[in-house]
């Protein structure tokens, strides 16, 4: 497992700009992402109307690793149904646990990306921590812990 | 002329010599030689300590202080040698004030328990530092809980050095235990524990010192800090995980009620009551970590032959040499800069989170520590979430710091 695995120029890209940086102005849900022992903290915002999320932005301080998938997450999810979104979240998790077959990457489009990470145990928290406070904003929680 | 340069140039230690000594410093990690920087988490064994562990259960396994065989007599003999070598290594007045147990955190909760819980009364405080490790501040959160004594916090510089005006004025009959950490685990300041220890006897405070990254880096004299209690981990001073020591005052150890019970500790039970064993054995409750402690005891006595002051003079080259080297790095930033520090540098690097930093040294070959180091208030004051640490021993050299800086800047050529 090489470094460029790892990091992989979109995963670069993203965490040097991340998309949708920011706080949304009246977001319906929100909640935080915390790996205290990694020092992973970040902010996720959602604007759901109707069952569909409008908007999606995050804040923090992270890991390259979790600034990229919660910047892709953003992204990729802004226009979907909560169902959708959450489907989404289900196929990245297959994507890490190695589960992905070509219909799965297809779907996934540019959170392949974050696939190098499965060979770094430690490293998969970090992917998921975006996700999982996406999650818990959905279900109302204040805070998503990966520990 | 030439004779002084020799002198000036010549090391305090052989460290060709010693790294041999340490069986995994050949060891390759992602087809490049170690790189061992994460001494303060836990050091590596030299084959001594290893030997004399693979010795005890290879040979004389038995239980200790219970039956008459020949290997329970041998057994008891080690693990008391160690106890003794472990006396001489704090020089503490006799072996009877050295209790084993497992390391520093296991020290502190024994002394918040078993020494100042019966002590206190609501309103009394207890006193530490913003330089303690988690392990010496949440056995006194938890005694606060159980007793109402409030815990004051002794604050620090931007230096990361301890306000000792503030000190001073925080010292007051209220406060019944000052804990002070020798040397910073995060940091590396070195607290002045000798003036602290003096300041709090004009009040009567017994003071307990955590020792845990003092010992595999300098002498350690208790009885020269005439500190009450001075806490020992066997594992960062290149001995087992799961052995380590409290040093206690003849007098505390005496008066002090027990901490666990069971065996060993006791002299005579009945179903009515039990009369307790002298000390340290009344700290000792159960069946202990018998080759943790022998390992204990030959890791001591490897240092004491290398000689702590030897050790000292070279680490402080090597970490003024470090620190001159990591700040030609573009956009780093140590934290801490104490005027005295031993062995630590923790550092931020613009652009590159700790944890990505951590995994691509690793691929180096170079092993830092990456997050809060167990000290999260000292994160808060820096306001960082993490940092990067490494930390150095004995047998880390010029060489390899050399390599190090070139991994950071590799670091910052894929991420920054």
Not at chain 2, 67 to 92: C, D, K, S
């Amino acid at each position: 497992m090489s470094l460029q695995d790892l990091y992989r120029t979109a995963v670069i890209e993203h965490n040097k700009n991340p998309r949708n940086f920011l706080e949304l102005e009246n977001p319906s849900h929100q909640s935080r992402g915390l790996n205290a022992l990694c020092g992973d903290d970040i902010r996720v915002y959602l604007s759901v109307d109707e069952d569909r999320i409008q908007s999606a932005s995050f804040l923090g301080q992270a890991s390259a690793i979790t600034m990229a998938s919660a910047s892709m997450m953003t992204v990729q999810i802004a226009r979907l149904t909560v169902g959708e979104a959450l489907q989404t979240c289900d196929r990245l998790d297959q994507l890490l646990q190695g589960e992905a077959d070509e219909a799965l990457r297809e779907a996934l489009g540019e959170l392949c990306a974050l696939e190098g990470v499965r060979q770094y145990p430690s490293r998969i928290k970090a992917a998921r921590l975006p996700w999982q406070a996406m999650k818990a904003a959905l279900n109302e929680q204040q805070i998503a812990s990966t520990e | 002329m030439s004779a002084v340069i020799a002198v000036e140039n010549h090391s305090p230690l052989n460290v060709e010599e010693i790294r041999k000594d340490f069986p995994i410093l050949s060891r390759e990690i992602h087809g490049k030689p170690l790189i061992y920087f994460d001494n303060a988490a836990s050091a590596q064994r030299p084959s001594a300590v290893i030997d004399a562990t693979h010795d005890f259960y290879s040979r004389r396994n038995a239980n200790i202080h219970r039956g008459v065989h020949t290997l329970a007599e041998e057994a008891t003999a080690l693990y008391e040698q160690a106890r003794q070598t472990m006396a001489r290594f704090i020089n503490a007045p006799s072996d009877r004030n050295v209790v084993f147990l497992r390391g520093v955190t296991e020290g502190v909760n024994l002394v918040s328990q078993a020494f100042v819980r019966p002590r206190v009364k609501p309103g009394d405080q207890i006193l530490v530092t913003h330089l303690e490790h988690h392990s010496n501040i949440v056995p006194w959160q938890l005694l606060a809980k159980q007793t109402g004594v409030e815990l004051k916090v002794v604050p620090m510089t931007q230096a990361g050095e301890l306000d000792m005006d503030a000190f001073h004025g925080m010292l007051n009959e209220r406060v019944k235990l000052l804990g002070v950490v020798h040397v910073s685990n995060a940091l590396g300041t070195i607290n002045p524990v000798a003036d602290m220890v003096k300041a709090a006897r004009e009040f009567d405070i017994p003071v307990l010192v955590d020792g845990a990254q003092a010992t595999p880096h300098m002498a350690v004299d208790v009885q020269a800090f005439d500190c009450d209690f001075y806490c020992v981990s066997g594992h960062k001073m290149y001995g087992p995980t799961g052995a380590g020591i409290l040093y206690g005052k003849s007098r505390w150890l005496e008066e002090m009620e027990p901490y666990h019970g069971g065996g060993e500790m006791i002299k005579h039970v009945t179903f009515e009551e039990s009369v307790f064993n002298e000390p340290p054995a009344k700290f000792e409750a159960g069946t202990p970590n018998i080759a943790g402690g022998i390992g204990l005891g030959a890791s001591a006595r490897y240092l004491l032959d290398v000689g702590l002051d030897r050790i000292r003079e070279y680490e402080a080259g090597l970490l003024a040499y470090a620190t001159e080297a990591v700040q030609q790095v573009e956009g780093l930033r140590i934290i801490g800069t104490a005027r005295d520090k031993a062995s630590v540098i923790s550092f931020t690097l613009e652009g590159i989170h700790p944890h990505d930093l951590g995994t691509i040294l690793d691929h180096s070959g170079v092993a830092i520590r990456t997050g809060h180091h167990c000290a999260m208030p000292i994160m808060q004051f820096f306001e960082v979430p993490a940092t990067s640490r490494m930390s150095l021993a004995m047998y880390n050299t010029r060489d390899e710091v050399d390599q190090f800086v070139a991994a950071l800047n590799k670091a910052r050529d894929i991420l920054a």
